[in-house]
């Protein structure tokens, strides 16, 4: 294959042609992209100054086509922005109508919008709703938790959540089928004291739902656990005849894990043992198994000693 020589002369000439080209070619990018161009961006609608009065739904998607004025710096620079766009849509004229126009109000948009980021129409331009009843309805706060405790520690004691309701205002057939109204997850690691925390609820995802308040407070009690040792007594059910049984052993061992600031508190009589003498009656059972019928709040069982009684019927 041959090889061209260029003379040093000539090596330079070619060096300063296609250096001369790169500049012209950068030069008319930089030219096209300072020239105004139109160009079109997808906008989330956000609602504001909602009816009081009506209740309504959008008949058409949440986001619209915005034409926008801009040089094509403001155009490259919105497309390497992918991050979500909104504009906010004032509802106060579906107080007496059924439709808002959006070229009538983009002197209010544009005025919180950059010079390089200004709008001119939208697609589409008129955004219609549907109206119905409006109910309130009171319902309860459900709580999402992911936990992580210490060694020897866990919650002690109910969650407390304040206020445990919360006020939804929306239309009827929405309103309806809401049941409960969802947290924000509470997620909190290697806890070892009582949480007495502020969190937030799910947001509202309807543009004509509301819901308040938006946060509540919540109190979670911990405390370390130990373990501890009772002597239960064993009572004996369903003994339809009225028979004379004997059971051997009448206490068993009840080994427990309880918090440390009612481990003085808790005695037998927060448990209650029992064996059913229709496992004999029934399906001929030559011991009876015991089972706790009753057992404190935030107590777990360890074990218990004897799981199985001996009983004697007298006849």
Same mark, same amino acid.
């Not at 950059?114 to 459900?142: A, C, H, M, W």
């Not at 995802?205 to 938006?214: H, I, Q, R």
């Not at 069982?301 to 009983?311: S, T």
């Given at each position: 294959?041959?090889?061209?020589?260029?003379?040093?002369?000539?090596?330079?000439?070619?060096? +300063? $042609? $296609?250096?001369?080209?790169?500049?012209?070619?950068? +030069?008319?990018?930089?030219?096209?992209?300072?020239?105004?161009?139109?160009?079109?961006?997808?906008?989330?609608?956000e609602f504001r100054n909602t009816p009081q009065k009506r209740a309504?739904?959008?008949?058409?998607?949440?986001?619209? /086509? +915005?034409?926008?004025?801009?040089?094509?710096?403001?155009?490259?620079?919105?497309?390497?922005?992918?991050?979500?766009?909104?504009?906010?849509?004032?509802?106060?004229?579906?107080?007496? #109508?059924?439709?808002?126009?959006?070229?009538?109000?983009?002197?209010?948009?544009?005025?919180?919008? !950059?010079?390089?980021?200004?709008?001119?129409?939208?697609?589409?331009?008129?955004?219609?709703?549907?109206?119905?009843?409006?109910?309130?309805?009171?319902?309860?706060?459900?709580?999402?938790?992911?936990?992580?405790?210490?060694?020897?520690?866990?919650?002690?004691?109910?969650?407390?959540?304040?206020?445990?309701?919360?006020?939804? /205002?929306?239309? +009827? /057939?929405?309103?309806? #089928?809401?049941?409960?109204?969802?947290?924000?997850?509470?997620?909190?690691?290697?806890?070892?004291?009582?949480?007495?925390?502020?969190?937030?609820?799910?947001?509202?995802?309807?543009?004509?739902?509301?819901?308040?308040?938006?946060?509540?407070?919540?109190?979670?009690?911990?405390? !370390?656990?130990?373990?501890?040792?009772?002597?239960?007594?064993?009572?004996?059910?369903?003994?339809?005849?009225?028979?004379?049984?004997?059971?051997?052993?009448?206490?068993?061992?009840?080994?427990?894990?309880?918090?440390?600031?009612?481990?003085? !508190?808790?005695?037998?009589?927060?448990?209650?043992?029992?064996?059913?003498?229709?496992?004999?009656?029934?399906?001929?059972?030559?011991?009876?198994?015991?089972?706790?019928?009753?057992?404190?709040?935030?107590?777990?069982?360890?074990?218990? !000693?004897?799981?199985?009684?001996?009983?004697?019927?007298?006849?």
């Amino acid at each position: 294959m041959a090889i061209i020589k260029l003379s040093a002369t000539e090596r330079r000439r070619v060096s +300063a $042609f $296609f250096t001369c080209m790169l500049l012209a070619v950068f +030069a008319w990018i930089v030219t096209v992209l300072s020239n105004p161009h139109q160009y079109t961006v997808r906008e989330i609608l956000e609602f504001r100054n909602t009816p009081q009065k009506r209740a309504f739904h959008s008949l058409q998607s949440d986001t619209v /086509n +915005a034409i926008i004025n801009g040089t094509g710096w403001d155009m490259l620079f919105s497309k390497m922005n992918s991050g979500n766009k909104s504009v906010t849509v004032d509802l106060q004229t579906l107080e007496d #109508k059924s439709y808002v126009v959006l070229g009538s109000q983009l002197d209010q948009i544009n005025s919180k919008r !950059e010079n390089g980021q200004q709008i001119t129409r939208f697609i589409p331009d008129t955004l219609y709703f549907d109206f119905s009843n409006r109910k309130v309805k009171r319902i309860p706060v459900r709580l999402i938790m992911a936990l992580k405790y210490q060694r020897q520690f866990t919650q002690s004691g109910n969650i407390t959540i304040k206020p445990a309701y919360v006020i939804i /205002n929306g239309p +009827a /057939n929405v309103i309806d #089928k809401i049941t409960e109204w969802r947290s924000d997850t509470l997620k909190l690691d290697s806890l070892g004291e009582t949480i007495n925390t502020l969190v937030n609820l799910q947001p509202v995802k309807e543009g004509n739902l509301s819901v308040y308040p938006k946060n509540v407070q919540v109190t979670i009690p911990v405390d !370390e656990f130990t373990e501890k040792v009772l002597e239960v007594p064993v009572k004996l059910i369903n003994n339809h005849s009225y028979e004379d049984v004997k059971v051997f052993p009448q206490k068993v061992k009840v080994t427990f894990t309880t918090s440390l600031t009612r481990y003085e !508190e808790i005695d037998e009589d927060f448990f209650e043992a029992t064996a059913d003498l229709d496992l004999w009656r029934l399906h001929g059972y030559k011991v009876l198994p015991v089972v706790l019928s009753k057992i404190p709040e935030y107590c777990r069982i360890v074990k218990i !000693e004897p799981q199985n009684i001996d009983f004697i019927i007298k006849k």
